[in-house]
């Protein structure tokens, strides 16, 4: 009967200190969570920052290049403009 007692004692001693510890994991889990989804949302806002300097990267090369072949275009038309200037003969309805 003694040893019954003692095995229930033990049993709820164990009892006692798994409930215990789970108790102070959730505590400590509870805590630590926040902090977790801080740290995600600080490494998207890193991935979106990075993503848009991305596509501004890409739209400002872009422009650049519009505007450098736009430049292009316009020089030659106006080589064109002055070599058909220079060598087709004067109309006289001008």
């Given at each position: 009967m003694e040893k019954?007692?003692?095995?229930k004692f033990l049993y709820n001693q164990v009892a006692l200190a798994a409930a215990i510890v789970g108790v102070a994991f959730g505590i400590f889990n509870l805590l630590q969570g926040p902090?977790?989804?801080?740290?995600?949302?600080?490494?998207?806002n890193n991935i979106r920052d990075n993503h848009i300097h991305t596509i501004e990267?890409?739209?400002k090369r872009i422009d650049d290049t519009s505007n450098q072949q736009y430049?292009?275009?316009?020089?030659r038309l106006t080589r064109i403009e002055t070599?058909?200037?220079?060598?087709?003969?004067?109309?006289?309805?001008?």
């Open positions: 019954e007692s003692f095995k902090k977790s989804d801080i740290q995600v949302m600080e490494a998207l990267e890409n739209v430049q292009t275009t316009s020089e070599i058909l200037d220079e060598r087709l003969p004067a109309s006289n309805n001008q």
